[in-house]
C-alpha cells in the first residue's frame, strides 16, 4: 500500500488518499450511503458492536453521530474518517476513528473500524488501517495505537496482525458488545520513530 497523499485540514482529521482508497471526514450528505450500507450488513456487523438502538439507522440518529464526532474532534479526542473507493464517484465501504486520544504522557489513541459486508474480505480496511496509523504517527505524532476484538472475530485479528499491531493481552469483560460483556483481545502499534 503506498500512501498518495493526504491533505491538511484546518480542524479534524486531514483527507487521506491511498492507492484504492479516499478517506475523510464524515458528512451529512453522506447519510442515505451510510444508512443503506448499514441496514444490508446489519447482521455481518451486529455482533462485533454495541447493541444498536430502534432509530440506529435514522436521520436523526446519523445526525447525533456528527455531533458527537464533531465534539471529539473540538476536543481534540477523536479523529473519524469514512473509506471510500478512490473512483469519480466515491462509494462508501466503511469508517475508521481513532478515539480516546491521550496527550502527555501516554501520546495515543485507539482505533476502531468497520467495514460493509459486500466490501470485506477485499483488502480495503487493512490500506485504510495503514493509511490511519500512518496519519497517526506521521501527522498527529502519536506514540501507540490500540485496537481490541471480541475473542472470536479471527478476521479481525488477522488484519490487525497484518497492519504491523501485536497482540498484547486478553481484558476480560472488556466492552459491552451486542447486550454482553465480552473478553476483548488487545492489540497495539507503536511508533518506533517515537522510541529514542
Avoid at 16 to 43: G, M, N, V
Avoid at 176 to 191: M, S, T, Y
Wanted: aromatic residues 10%.
Amino acid at each position: 500500500m503506498k500512501l498518495l497523499r493526504l491533505t491538511s485540514s484546518e480542524s479534524g482529521p486531514e483527507d487521506i488518499y491511498t492507492d484504492q482508497l479516499y478517506l475523510r471526514r464524515p458528512k451529512l450528505s453522506d447519510f442515505e450511503q451510510w444508512a443503506h450500507l448499514r441496514q444490508i450488513s446489519a447482521d455481518f456487523l451486529r455482533p462485533f458492536e454495541p447493541s444498536w438502538t430502534n432509530d440506529e439507522l435514522s436521520r436523526s440518529s446519523f445526525k447525533a453521530r456528527l455531533r458527537r464526532q464533531e465534539a471529539d474532534i473540538n476536543s481534540g479526542r477523536g479523529l473519524p474518517w469514512f473509506v471510500l473507493d478512490n473512483s469519480s464517484k466515491p462509494k462508501l465501504l466503511g469508517g475508521l476513528t481513532l478515539s480516546n486520544i491521550r496527550r502527555g504522557v501516554a501520546q495515543a489513541a485507539t482505533l476502531g473500524y468497520w467495514m460493509g459486508e459486500p466490501f470485506a474480505g477485499q483488502g480495503f480496511m487493512s490500506e485504510a488501517v495503514m493509511a490511519v496509523c500512518t496519519s497517526a504517527f506521521d501527522v498527529h505524532k502519536l506514540h501507540r495505537v490500540e485496537a481490541s476484538t471480541v475473542l472470536h472475530n479471527a478476521r479481525s485479528q488477522r488484519l490487525l496482525n497484518k497492519c504491523g499491531f501485536e497482540r498484547e493481552g486478553v481484558a476480560k469483560s472488556y466492552l459491552k458488545i451486542n447486550g454482553q460483556w465480552e473478553d476483548h483481545v488487545l492489540f497495539a502499534r507503536i511508533n518506533k520513530a517515537t522510541q529514542f
